[in-house]
């Protein structure tokens, strides 16, 4: 099994997870002024990590500076242990369309392109406020290779923006031209996105439920997670957005992320 961490959220001999394509800092110890910030904003403090662009949490999502010193907005809820949850910054302006890019050293490997072809087809299929289209560079969502020990991760909205860059260890992903290698890329592809544009993971109370392991609350009691309105208030085995995902797993957006999607934009 495979973390999706940066959200898309720890490789072991058995278990990655999807981490930035940013260094970490190995001899910097995160202040307590830093865990406190993160806490506010509602996120995990038991596992965070400097690195270029500001500090790595659950696994695969990148808390910026800025990010850090806003204002944390919304309430925090919890109603049971996995829903749907969104961040209080999500992309405005809608509609809109966001158009994504693969670095030449991802889209020069097998499956790679078709892949976030297929991420901009399943985001479309849900005629929501946001449309999706690749183009050859420059995108709004930049997809860029990195090297280390996780599948891949992203950041959070910011400015009414979706955030603008996806790292992917290939290397730990691999590559194909199969369509359950496709669909299994996608959907880490599609779940890194989703950070991009303002979604928690929806296992967010308990990892244990797709990561395996004890039961680990990723967040704080009070700030930092919204339940999307309609999503369950149980166990959702197959939604697109829990933290971790299983070699070769396809998961294409479920009813719950449909009505999630739908809520939000």
Same mark, same amino acid.
């Given at each position: ?15 990655m997870?999807?981490k ?64 749907q949850?969104?961040?209080? =910054?999500?992309?405005? !302006? %809608? ?5 994504m890019? @693969?670095?030449?050293? #991802?889209?020069?490997?097998? /499956? ?13 299929a ?29 950041g ?15 290397? =730990?992903?691999?590559? !194909? %031209? ?6 299994? @890329?996608?959907?880490? #592809?599609a779940?890194?996105? /989703? ?20 039961a ?50």
């Amino acid at each position: 099994m495979r973390k999706m961490l940066a959200i898309c959220a720890l490789i072991t001999l058995t278990i990655m997870g999807c981490k930035k394509d940013v260094a970490v800092v190995e001899d910097e110890s995160i202040s307590q002024d830093i865990l406190a910030q993160v806490h506010q904003h509602g996120f995990g403090t038991s596992d965070v990590k400097k690195v270029e662009e500001g500090y790595l949490v659950e696994g695969d999502i990148i808390l910026t500076p800025e990010f850090l010193n806003s204002k944390p907005g919304g309430n925090f809820l919890r109603i049971a242990n996995e829903e749907q949850y969104r961040t209080t =910054n999500l992309v405005t !302006g %809608t509609p809109r369309n966001i158009t994504m890019s @693969l670095h030449s050293k #991802l889209s020069s490997q097998a /499956g790679y392109s078709q892949a976030l072809q297929e991420v901009a087809d399943r985001y479309n299929a849900e005629t929501i406020g946001l449309t999706f289209s690749v183009v050859a560079s420059g995108g709004t969502i930049q997809f860029v290779n990195g090297n280390g020990p996780y599948l891949a991760s992203a950041g959070f909205p910011s400015g009414g923006n979706p955030y603008n860059k996806v790292t992917v260890y290939s290397r =730990n992903i691999g590559k !194909g %031209t199969t369509p359950t290698f496709i669909n299994y @890329l996608a959907t880490i #592809l599609a779940h890194e996105v /989703g950070h991009c544009i303002g979604f928690r993971h929806t296992d967010y109370m308990n990892r244990a439920y797709s990561c395996g392991g004890s039961a680990t609350n990723e967040g704080a009691s009070t700030v930092g997670a919204v339940h999307i309105a309609g999503t369950p208030t149980g166990p959702d085995a197959g939604s697109f957005m829990l933290a971790c995902i299983g070699s070769g797993q396809n998961r294409p957006f479920n009813t719950n992320d449909k009505i999630a999607l739908d809520v939000l934009y």
